[in-house]
């Protein structure tokens, strides 16, 4: 087997550097475990970032996957088949909404939302009524219609100009969307929690009053689940907790639990008067292999009941991140729901704690500047975040030690 050092010269000689890598080279997950190629041993706080919700190997997971390959892995949108009828089915029970369409990513779920709600303001003759609002420091994707309605200006200033009629409003501030509304919004975008932005959960009032702007100008909530939905507040999807629903959802990440899928879902109404036969499409999107895998993880949600699992486990993680909020200066506030938390970070660089965890075998990430960002694995339990605590103390250690 090629050495660490090579694997890393080698993707770094023929990958694109888009990414500044860490210096690990991942080789294998058992539970809630990554490997890498020397045999080190990581605890997953990041969840190939908000992915691998059932961590890795999950028991009856890869055995749906390895049948559907054995039966079909791919058709086409141009004929049925039975894991995407079944998939979408279980969609639709789990967000009493009403039609999913299938993506191959996130990116591609905002996209098709972005042309859902636009064609919904059009089928109604409202043919000026086309405005999209959308938050500052939200992150919704790479895509050119994504990235437009991303309120981060060092994400798109090289690619200007973006897909037009985007206005921008301030997250958890009412008035600030209030001051963008008008007869040519057909849509407000927003993440219920704010994900890369920094862990921002919206407010019930904030949320409420924006699905109220809405239903006041006949146009549409579409609410970005593709990070904080699928469990991870401890509600199926976040808006749920807020009584909140919205016209469109978007999911992604967790989905497929590792296998490429996205979805946008519509509710009775913008089902009814919006994408239409020629109206969006895509090759690979809800195929039978990514379907088998959609329909596996909600069936094992079901079964093992994970929502519920999230909210104890959930609610421990809080009080152990509290603890240290209160024992570190440089540790501002914690910010989240359930298993998506933030440790803001005043003073220190957060990517070097980054970097230490991973020397003492825990993944985190980052969110914005300064946010420490764990979005673990669903399946974790009260003793793994016990050992993310020490894990991350010594870190903290290593840290002062040098400074
Ligand atoms: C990751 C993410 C996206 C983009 O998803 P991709 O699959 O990377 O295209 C969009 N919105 C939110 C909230 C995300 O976290």
Same mark, same amino acid.
């Given at each position: 087997?090629?050495?660490?050092?090579?694997?890393?010269?080698?993707?770094?000689?023929?990958?694109?550097?888009?990414?500044?890598?860490?210096?690990?080279?991942?080789?294998?997950?058992?539970?809630?475990?990554?490997?890498?190629?020397?045999?080190?041993?990581?605890?997953?706080?990041?969840?190939?970032?908000?992915?691998?919700?059932?961590?890795?190997?999950?028991?009856?997971?890869?055995?749906?996957?390895?049948?559907?390959?054995?039966?079909?892995?791919?058709?086409?949108?141009?004929?049925?088949?039975?894991?995407?009828?079944?998939?979408?089915?279980?969609?639709?029970?789990?967000?009493?909404?009403?039609?999913?369409?299938?993506?191959? $990513?996130?990116?591609?779920?905002?996209?098709?939302?972005?042309?859902?709600?636009?064609?919904?303001?059009?089928?109604?003759?409202?043919?000026?009524?086309?405005?999209?609002?959308?938050?500052?420091?939200?992150?919704?994707?790479? $895509?050119?219609?994504?990235?437009?309605?991303?309120?981060?200006?060092?994400?798109?200033?090289?690619?200007?100009?973006?897909?037009?009629?985007?206005?921008?409003?301030?997250?958890?501030?009412?008035?600030?969307?209030?001051?963008?509304?008008?007869?040519?919004?057909?849509?407000?975008?927003?993440?219920?929690?704010?994900?890369?932005?920094?862990?921002?959960?919206? $407010?019930?009032?904030?949320?409420?009053?924006?699905?109220?702007?809405?239903?006041?100008?006949? +146009?549409?909530?579409?609410?970005?689940?593709?990070?904080?939905?699928?469990?991870?507040?401890?509600?199926?999807?976040?808006?749920?907790?807020?009584?909140?629903?919205?016209?469109?959802?978007?999911?992604?990440?967790?989905?497929?639990?590792?296998?490429?899928?996205?979805?946008?879902?519509?509710?009775?109404?913008?089902?009814?008067?919006?994408?239409?036969?020629?109206?969006?499409?895509?090759?690979?999107?809800?195929?039978?292999?990514?379907?088998?895998?959609?329909?596996?993880?909600?069936?094992?949600?079901?079964?093992?009941?994970?929502?519920?699992?999230?909210?104890?486990?959930?609610?421990?993680?809080?009080?152990?991140?509290?603890?240290?909020?209160?024992?570190?200066?440089?540790?501002?506030?914690?910010?989240?729901?359930?298993?998506?938390?933030?440790?803001?970070?005043?003073?220190?660089?957060?990517?070097?704690?980054?970097?230490?965890?991973?020397?003492?075998?825990?993944?985190?990430?980052? +969110?914005?500047?300064?946010?420490?960002?764990?979005?673990?694995?669903?399946?974790?339990?009260?003793?793994?975040?016990?050992?993310?605590?020490?894990?991350?103390?010594?870190?903290?250690?290593?840290? $002062?030690?040098?400074?």
């Amino acid at each position: 087997m090629e050495n660490k050092e090579q694997i890393m010269e080698q993707a770094e000689e023929a990958v694109l550097h888009t990414y500044n890598r860490y210096p690990v080279v991942l080789d294998h997950g058992e539970g809630v475990y990554l490997y890498d190629t020397e045999g080190k041993k990581y605890l997953d706080f990041a969840a190939g970032i908000a992915v691998q919700a059932l961590g890795y190997h999950y028991p009856g997971y890869d055995e749906a996957l390895k049948a559907q390959i054995d039966k079909l892995m791919h058709t086409s949108n141009l004929y049925y088949n039975e894991p995407a009828a079944e998939a979408a089915e279980k969609l639709v029970k789990a967000s009493g909404m009403s039609k999913v369409f299938f993506t191959n $990513s996130g990116t591609e779920a905002i996209e098709g939302a972005l042309k859902a709600a636009r064609k919904y303001a059009y089928a109604k003759g409202r043919k000026d009524t086309y405005e999209i609002i959308a938050m500052n420091h939200s992150f919704h994707g790479r $895509s050119m219609g994504a990235l437009s309605v991303t309120g981060n200006e060092h994400y798109q200033e090289p690619f200007r100009p973006l897909v037009g009629g985007i206005r921008f409003a301030d997250y958890n501030d009412l008035e600030s969307v209030k001051a963008q509304f008008s007869e040519h919004t057909c849509a407000v975008i927003l993440e219920t929690v704010q994900g890369e932005g920094g862990i921002y959960p919206a $407010s019930e009032e904030f949320l409420k009053g924006v699905k109220a702007l809405c239903e006041e100008h006949d +146009a549409l909530l579409i609410l970005d689940e593709i990070q904080c939905g699928m469990g991870r507040t401890g509600h199926f999807f976040a808006w749920q907790e807020y009584g909140v629903k919205p016209n469109i959802m978007t999911c992604a990440k967790a989905l497929g639990c590792g296998v490429p899928v996205g979805a946008f879902v519509l509710d009775e109404k913008t089902a009814a008067a919006s994408l239409a036969p020629g109206d969006h499409g895509t090759t690979y999107g809800g195929n039978p292999f990514v379907c088998a895998a959609v329909s596996k993880v909600l069936d094992i949600f079901e079964q093992d009941q994970i929502v519920e699992h999230v909210q104890k486990v959930g609610a421990y993680l809080e009080e152990k991140l509290d603890v240290l909020v209160r024992k570190y200066d440089f540790i501002a506030e914690r910010r989240g729901r359930g298993l998506i938390q933030g440790l803001e970070i005043q003073g220190r660089p957060v990517n070097e704690i980054v970097l230490k965890s991973l020397e003492e075998g825990l993944l985190v990430i980052t +969110a914005g500047s300064n946010v420490l960002r764990l979005v673990p694995p669903l399946v974790i339990t009260e003793a793994h975040v016990d050992e993310m605590a020490e894990k991350l103390e010594r870190a903290f250690a290593q840290l $002062s030690a040098e400074q």
